[in-house]
């Protein structure tokens, strides 16, 4: 058995991992690169692989940066089976169809004012595409098992978001595992990850490789914002991310108004996208922590704004008020015509929730810049930027090393750091070599492990 690193290695995004045998071949994970334009373009560039001698596709979770290469190999002509959690499906479903939605109008945004070097900006996929290739999957529950030719996998839980997963792969007398994106312990909304079995091999992600998340409650954080923001009479702008994070945003602002730690005022949630999972987050109970009363409660305190006209209507609402859009780090989506409107205003606050990749307008922003450019038009920032870190849906290396001792592993088991920034993977290697009895490595782009 050997595996290829196509992606998600040296850098945060893009996840892609072929695994072949002697009678299979398997991708695990596909996902988008984003954040600087040089990995972005990476998207555009041949994959070094034969969609139809690919048997299979499995999915660790729905975010783009694991999943959003798929319909690319739908459009290649790939129609093997995409292998993932029903939640994972129903995300994806939404995930998808947005991406090549948005990839549609930036195409078209582009084209009409003449921006970049191309004179008709295409697409890396459009929406109808991105639809119908969830035709391809098909969906299994947490430990079922699937075998794949020479080869048997089952997911099992691992936090983080709805669906998400890590994957248990066995073949020719190997197993390996891939951790997907693992959660936290005591994550607000989602259960802690669940130890894994004993590997001969584990590709292990590095978000947090370097970094300790604050113990600082993060209710009290988004406390002190909100109360500042009602006291200046203002408008708060959150880039969310519609997985995860716009739902621990609406559940934490419902219940600290319900019980009157902040003031009562209006909060829209301009995100479709983040609208429709919020449905799916109340269907998948058993993953997360809220009971009925909780999930209905934070969807009723919040306005949802479905429509353009909605959206567009919010410039007249009274101040103070909270808007929630994404994306996430800002890289698209509503909170960028949100940014154009309000980011000159002193009396704006922009609370990012979550980790920055470098090269995005939210990494621009938390390191203090001056002005950033939307749609080709440099925004004067004059917002006050703040963050909270008390939400991220990631491990930091402390708690990615508490679910490793956790685990079955025994002392020699091969670890292959991938998905994280250069520091956060020497940091995390130098760390894991000095304080466990693993063997630990930080992987490379496009090279191969033997097993």
């Given at each position: 058995m050997r595996v290829t690193f196509l992606g998600g290695t040296e850098t945060v995004t893009g996840s892609k991992f072929l695994v072949e045998t002697e009678h299979s071949r398997i991708l695990i994970d596909c996902g988008l690169f984003q954040g600087y334009k040089w990995l972005r373009e990476r998207n555009w560039q041949p994959l070094d692989l034969e969609v139809d001698e690919l048997d299979a596709v499995i999915l660790t979770h729905a975010h783009l940066d694991h999943s959003g290469y798929i319909p690319v190999l739908f459009k290649q002509g790939f129609r093997g089976p995409v292998f993932t959690h029903h939640a994972t499906k129903n995300l994806c479903r939404i995930l998808l169809a947005d991406s090549g939605h948005i990839q549609e109008e930036d195409a078209r945004y582009y084209s009409k004012h003449k921006l970049g070097k191309h004179a008709h900006p295409e697409p890396l996929y459009d929406r109808?595409?991105?639809?119908?290739?969830i035709e391809l999957f098909q969906s299994?529950?947490?430990d079922e098992p699937v075998e794949i030719k020479d080869c048997r996998f089952h997911l099992q839980l691992a936090g983080h978001i709805l669906g998400a997963a890590s994957i248990i792969l066995e073949a020719e007398g190997k197993r390996i595992g891939f951790s997907g994106d693992v959660g936290r312990f005591s994550d607000v909304l989602m259960k802690a990850p669940r130890?894994?079995?004993?590997?001969?091999?584990?590709?292990?992600?590095?978000t947090y490789g370097n970094r300790q998340h604050s113990g600082i409650d993060p209710f009290k954080?988004?406390?002190?914002?909100?109360?500042?923001?009602?006291?200046?009479?203002?408008?708060?702008?959150?880039?969310?991310?519609?997985?995860?994070?716009?739902?621990?945003?609406?559940?934490m602002l419902a219940s600290m108004m319900a019980d009157e730690v902040i003031p009562e005022m209006p909060i829209y949630l301009d995100s479709p996208m983040a609208i429709k999972v919020s449905d799916v987050f109340c269907e998948f109970k058993d993953q997360h922590r809220l009971d009925r009363d909780q999930c209905h409660r934070m969807c009723n305190v919040v306005t949802y704004t479905r429509s353009v006209e909605e959206s567009k209507a919010l410039a007249g609402q009274t101040y103070p008020h909270i808007i929630i859009a994404g994306s996430g780090m800002a890289t698209g989506g509503r909170i960028l015509h949100h940014f154009k409107r309000l980011l000159g205003n002193n009396k704006t606050t922009v609370l990012f929730t979550g980790y920055q990749a470098g090269g995005t307008r939210g990494a621009k922003l938390v390191d203090g810049v001056d002005a950033v450019k939307i749609h080709g038009e440099w925004i004067p920032v004059r917002a006050r930027i703040d963050s909270i870190s008390g939400l991220s849906g990631h491990g930091d290396y402390m708690?990615?090393?508490?679910?490793?001792?956790?685990?079955?592993?025994?002392?020699?088991?091969?670890?292959?750091?991938?998905?994280?920034?250069?520091?956060?993977?020497?940091?995390?290697?130098?760390?894991l070599n000095e304080n466990t009895r693993f063997a630990v490595n930080v992987a490379e782009n496009r090279s191969v492990l033997h097993i």
């Amino acid at each position: 058995m050997r595996v290829t690193f196509l992606g998600g290695t040296e850098t945060v995004t893009g996840s892609k991992f072929l695994v072949e045998t002697e009678h299979s071949r398997i991708l695990i994970d596909c996902g988008l690169f984003q954040g600087y334009k040089w990995l972005r373009e990476r998207n555009w560039q041949p994959l070094d692989l034969e969609v139809d001698e690919l048997d299979a596709v499995i999915l660790t979770h729905a975010h783009l940066d694991h999943s959003g290469y798929i319909p690319v190999l739908f459009k290649q002509g790939f129609r093997g089976p995409v292998f993932t959690h029903h939640a994972t499906k129903n995300l994806c479903r939404i995930l998808l169809a947005d991406s090549g939605h948005i990839q549609e109008e930036d195409a078209r945004y582009y084209s009409k004012h003449k921006l970049g070097k191309h004179a008709h900006p295409e697409p890396l996929y459009d929406r109808h595409t991105a639809e119908n290739s969830i035709e391809l999957f098909q969906s299994i529950d947490f430990d079922e098992p699937v075998e794949i030719k020479d080869c048997r996998f089952h997911l099992q839980l691992a936090g983080h978001i709805l669906g998400a997963a890590s994957i248990i792969l066995e073949a020719e007398g190997k197993r390996i595992g891939f951790s997907g994106d693992v959660g936290r312990f005591s994550d607000v909304l989602m259960k802690a990850p669940r130890p894994l079995p004993a590997l001969d091999h584990l590709l292990l992600e590095s978000t947090y490789g370097n970094r300790q998340h604050s113990g600082i409650d993060p209710f009290k954080q988004l406390a002190d914002v909100v109360s500042n923001v009602a006291h200046h009479g203002g408008v708060l702008l959150i880039p969310a991310f519609a997985v995860g994070r716009a739902q621990a945003l609406q559940h934490m602002l419902a219940s600290m108004m319900a019980d009157e730690v902040i003031p009562e005022m209006p909060i829209y949630l301009d995100s479709p996208m983040a609208i429709k999972v919020s449905d799916v987050f109340c269907e998948f109970k058993d993953q997360h922590r809220l009971d009925r009363d909780q999930c209905h409660r934070m969807c009723n305190v919040v306005t949802y704004t479905r429509s353009v006209e909605e959206s567009k209507a919010l410039a007249g609402q009274t101040y103070p008020h909270i808007i929630i859009a994404g994306s996430g780090m800002a890289t698209g989506g509503r909170i960028l015509h949100h940014f154009k409107r309000l980011l000159g205003n002193n009396k704006t606050t922009v609370l990012f929730t979550g980790y920055q990749a470098g090269g995005t307008r939210g990494a621009k922003l938390v390191d203090g810049v001056d002005a950033v450019k939307i749609h080709g038009e440099w925004i004067p920032v004059r917002a006050r930027i703040d963050s909270i870190s008390g939400l991220s849906g990631h491990g930091d290396y402390m708690e990615l090393t508490r679910w490793l001792k956790d685990s079955d592993l025994k002392p020699g088991t091969q670890i292959h750091l991938v998905h994280g920034d250069s520091e956060a993977l020497e940091a995390f290697r130098v760390h894991l070599n000095e304080n466990t009895r693993f063997a630990v490595n930080v992987a490379e782009n496009r090279s191969v492990l033997h097993i």
